[in-house]
């Protein structure tokens, strides 16, 4: 009997049932389900199905993180209903205004842990994967009939297997590791898969920087992707869980649809042209074009580590063109608030927002003017993305939208760093 | 159930965003989004759109976010179908689950050209370019997603899974 893959294992643990296939359709129900500010707008399909009350309340997290602090009454009237619904149903775990990104809140709070699986309405729940969770994005419709039933339909996905080797250069990220897979895979390689990834390069990555990886491979069309839980991650979540948990790793004889082998030690920072995010240059090919928006957050690349890189670029500087920081949360923020990272950005002429996703879809706090760019740590810079049609948007590294920040020009990190 | 209607081309990695912007989610009512559908590419497309036109797209159409409004923008401009190379995963799921009928075939999608008539036999999953007379097999859909599309989406689905609609 061959072995089987990480998203076999998962999707089988998750449906209650023995073994799983690829091709196979099974009634998951998952351990979490999450949503954001979209939930008032799931909570009325949710009544349209007829249900009274939501089955597994202790299992649904709601962050409010893509408008906050509400813009316009429009949105607080949103999350005022949200509230409420929440209070309603007694929904076990709601995060409010200023805690963060939700799949950053998640794995802050314990809520989602290795072996696990989580179905949430916002297509970058890969990001989960981190932990070596089953982490997949669905419609509102989906999550209303979750809430309504405990269960969802979802077919088996074949697998791919990236394996990464080698170590990471001085100003070189787990983002510009994406970036590069992205440009190889294209946006369809992995569509309809599960992205499981290996190696020895991974242990390599800070856990600030490991979420990266998951998260950006949604880019690439996956349904999901994973990283073998190491040691690293079981410390990380010992102060935070609320129950045991059980890692899954693939079989070394599970079978793949495809094997991508990434050596990490000749990386150079990457950047993602506008308008797709696997259109990649390393940066050496972009150095000069002018930017009037440098945004470092997002849950891409707003964690400590990534405010870290940006304050190691920007001590003593003083920046060129606009410079926005949004923390992907309130742990985040505190602690670059102790460090004085906070005090080395806004005295480099950063403008500070409040943890959530900021301007990445266009939403508020930062949208460019027509015919001006941006930089961007976030994960997509298709048209319009970040609010204006003629606004193009170039992704990076926080080392590369720093660096390019002082001087209003893409610039290659390395340089500052030398 | 037969489908006819006038074709809207387009090409690969065609995202949610340019589908419909987020500048424009505050609300989620059909007309409304259906106002702005596809604006960022095609500034004709919303003021021209005729009911029971058809969308064809390359491979990945509706890449990117996870946003419902992208399938309920295009239901509400009238659009009957969309063909493709090949869809993103959420994208293919949350049109099913609002009712929108949408197929996949690589070589009817390649073939079809802007303004050409297609007609669509949903239950056969056949599709006929008028213009060259040719007719195309398109995937089938996997049992479990044939269940919601006879419900009628998946709201409809659900009430019956929980008992609400015992006749439905």
């Known amino acids: 009997m061959a072995g089987r893959t990480f998203a076999e294992k998962a999707l089988a643990r998750a449906a209650g049932v023995p073994d799983a296939r690829a091709g196979d359709i099974l009634d998951v129900t998952p351990d979490l389900m999450l949503s954001h500010d979209n939930s008032a707008a799931i909570s009325q399909i949710f ?60 794995a802050e709070e314990g809520l989602i842990l290795p072996g696990e699986t989580v179905l ?62 992205l440009a190889a895979l294209g946006p369809t390689a992995a569509l309809y898969r599960s992205v499981e990834f290996a190696g020895d390069g991974l242990a390599g990555l800070s856990l600030d920087e490991r979420p990266v990886l998951p998260n950006m491979m949604a880019e690439a069309g996956a349904k999901n992707a994973y990283l073998p839980p190491d040691d690293a991650v079981f ?34 920072p990457q950047v993602a042209l506008p308008e797709q ?88 706090m930062g949208i460019p003017a027509p015919g001006e760019v941006t930089i961007s740590t976030g994960s997509r810079n298709f048209r319009g993305r970040m609010g204006t049609p003629d606004a193009p948007v170039y992704l990076a590294s926080p080392y590369v939208v720093a660096a390019s920040a002082i001087w209003g020009t893409i610039t290659d990190p390395r340089e500052v760093l030398a | 159930m037969k489908l006819e209607g ?46 029971g036109d058809i969308i064809v797209g390359g491979r990945n159409f509706g890449c ?11 239901k509400g401009a009238g659009v009957s179908c969309i063909i493709a190379e090949s869809f993103a995963r959420i994208f293919f799921r949350n049109a099913i689950n609002i009712g929108l009928p949408i197929l996949e075939s690589p070589e009817a999608a390649r073939d079809a050209q802007k303004g050409d008539t297609l007609t669509v036999d949903l239950v056969a999953g056949t599709i006929t370019n008028q213009r060259t ?15 919601i599309i006879n419900a009628g989406g998946l709201v409809p689905y659900t009430r019956r899974e929980l008992g609400i609609d015992i006749t439905g």
């Open chain 1, 47 to 106: 009544r349209e199905t007829g249900a009274a009350q939501v089955v597994y309340p202790e299992r649904i997290a709601i962050t409010l993180d893509h408008a906050v602090p509400a813009p316009t009454t429009r949105h607080a009237q949103n999350h005022a209903e949200i509230r409420e619904w929440v209070r309603q149903q007694g929904i076990a775990h709601l995060f409010e205004v200023g805690r963060g990104i939700c799949h950053q809140v998640i």
């Open chain 1, 120 to 181: 949430g309405a916002d297509s970058h729940t890969t990001h989960a994967g981190w932990l070596g969770a089953f982490g997949a994005g669905v419609g509102r419709t989906e999550m209303a009939a979750l809430w309504a039933t405990g269960q969802l339909w979802m077919r088996v996905p074949d697998a791919i297997r990236i394996t990464l080797s080698g170590r990471l250069a001085r100003g070189v990220t787990a983002k510009d590791v994406a970036l590069h897979i």
């Open chain 1, 235 to 268: 410390a990380y979540l010992e102060p935070r869980r609320t129950r045991d948990y059980t890692p899954l790793y693939p079989d070394p004889d599970a079978e793949y649809v495809a094997d991508y082998r990434f050596d990490l030690d000749s990386l150079a």
């Open chain 1, 277 to 364: 995010p696997d259109h990649v240059r390393p940066v050496t090919d972009v150095i000069g074009q002018p930017v009037q928006q440098a945004f470092i957050g997002t849950c891409t690349n707003g964690r400590l580590d990534d405010l870290r890189a940006a304050a190691q670029i920007l001590r003593g500087q003083r920046v060129r063109c606009r410079l926005i920081v949004i923390p992907a949360s309130a742990e985040v923020m505190l602690a670059a608030a102790r460090e004085g990272i906070l005090d080395t950005l806004i005295s480099a002429g950063a403008a500070i927002g409040t943890p959530g996703c900021g301007p990445c879809m266009g939403n508020h």
């Open chain 2, 6 to 51: 006038k074709v809207w081309k387009y090409g690969d990695n065609i995202d949610t965003d340019v589908i419909i912007p987020a500048r424009y989610l505050v609300t989620t009512d059909p007309q409304t989004l259906a106002a702005h559908c596809m604006e960022d590419i095609d500034q004709a497309f919303a003021s021209q759109v005729q009911p």
């Open chain 2, 64 to 74: 990117g976010s996870s946003r419902e409004h992208a399938p309920i923008s295009i």
């Open chain 2, 133 to 147: 007379g040719k007719t195309y097999q398109a995937s089938p859909y996997p049992p479990f997603v044939l269940g």
